[in-house]
């Protein structure tokens, strides 16, 4: 039996999310599959981010990208109005505990001035790093339902497809989407990568379902899933029961949820037969994988020293 951890924005409960220390913290505990964001530019650019206005969660303005820069500050602001050269000068690197309810101020060890790295930066660390064997989950954020935030879903799906057929690793990596348009496009562009539907209760009506309505299925999403194109649901894990596997393996879908991070919740994810879990803390998913007997990914060392010529 193999059951895949995947590192929530690389892993979000140890490092900064979405950054490239993050990410490779995820790589070198050893992870299955790295899951990040990706969201566009004013200058057309692919970062990493999960949110669509610029969080004050995880992001603290520094400086004006140049002197009376009148889009100053950043923090607040769509990032789709805002230039690669602006969303460069925020600090990612340490996550302050202004909210109560945050746990992750509390686990998260803070890497000041650490940058939010573009699509490309990613895709240069995985190669620098011969992460062969490690998959890149890469989550389009759009938003249907705010599109001033939001690119057109297709074309931001082509975008994404083209940087990483043009890194090598299209073969490699899956696109995941709660806007099921992304789904759409995603087995229009490249057929053969996989596709998440992620879902959760806020996103279950069709504006975020690509025009579906569940009612046409009798509420079965894995089967409103399958419809829509997905290879692979991904629900918010307190969804997962024991009706919706069944549903899942009539519509002959392998369930991945989101996010697990409490042992006990793995343990009865994996006794109802998901292939994988999304978490913040791949660390504790490691130690009761290795209680179980399960097989575990190989983690990715440090740089190697390059040779000499």
């Given amino acids: 039996m193999r059951v895949e951890i995947h590192g929530h924005r690389g892993a979000r409960g140890l490092r900064p999310e979405n950054t490239l220390p993050g990410l490779l913290h995820a790589l070198e505990l050893g992870v299955d599959a790295l899951e990040f964001d990706l969201v566009l530019t004013a200058d057309r650019r692919i970062v990493l981010s999960h949110d669509l206005i610029v969080s004050s969660v995880t992001s603290a303005d520094t400086r004006p990208a140049h002197r009376g820069d009148p889009g100053y500050p950043y923090v607040g602001k769509p990032i789709r109005s805002l230039t690669l050269a602006q969303l460069r000068t925020l600090d990612c690197g340490v996550r302050l505990p202004r ?16 940058r939010m790295p573009t699509f490309g930066a990613v895709l240069g660390l995985v190669s620098a790093y011969e992460a062969d064997d490690v998959r890149l989950h890469v989550e389009l954020k759009t938003d249907p339902t705010r599109p001033e935030l939001t690119p057109d879903p297709a074309e931001f799906t082509a975008m994404v497809v083209e940087e990483l057929d043009r890194h090598g690793r299209l073969g490699s990596s899956a696109l995941l989407g709660f806007d099921w348009r992304v789904l759409r496009a995603a ?10 539907a992620l879902i959760e209760s ?5 504006a975020w379902l690509d025009g579906l309505d569940l009612g046409d299925f009798g509420g079965d999403v894995p089967a409103a899933a399958a419809a829509a194109g997905a290879t692979t649901l991904s629900p918010q894990h307190v969804l997962v029961n024991e ?3 069944a549903q899942a393996a009539q519509a002959g879908l392998p369930v991945v949820p989101w996010t697990v991070n409490a042992p006990a919740d793995a343990a009865r994810l994996i006794d ?4 994988g879990l999304v978490t913040d803390y791949p660390d504790r998913m490691r130690a009761l994988w290795a209680e179980r007997g399960l097989p575990l990914a190989v983690p990715v060392g440090p740089l190697r020293p390059v040779a000499a010529a």
């Fill in 243 to 245: 009706h919706m596997m």
């Fill in 99 to 114: 909210h109560p309810d945050d746990p992750f101020a509390l686990t998260q060890v803070p890497l000041p001035e650490t």
């Fill in 272 to 275: 109802m037969g998901v292939t």
């Fill in 202 to 206: 806020a996103t279950m009506h069709s």
């Fill in 187 to 196: 087995r229009e562009l490249a057929p053969d990568v996989p596709r998440f």
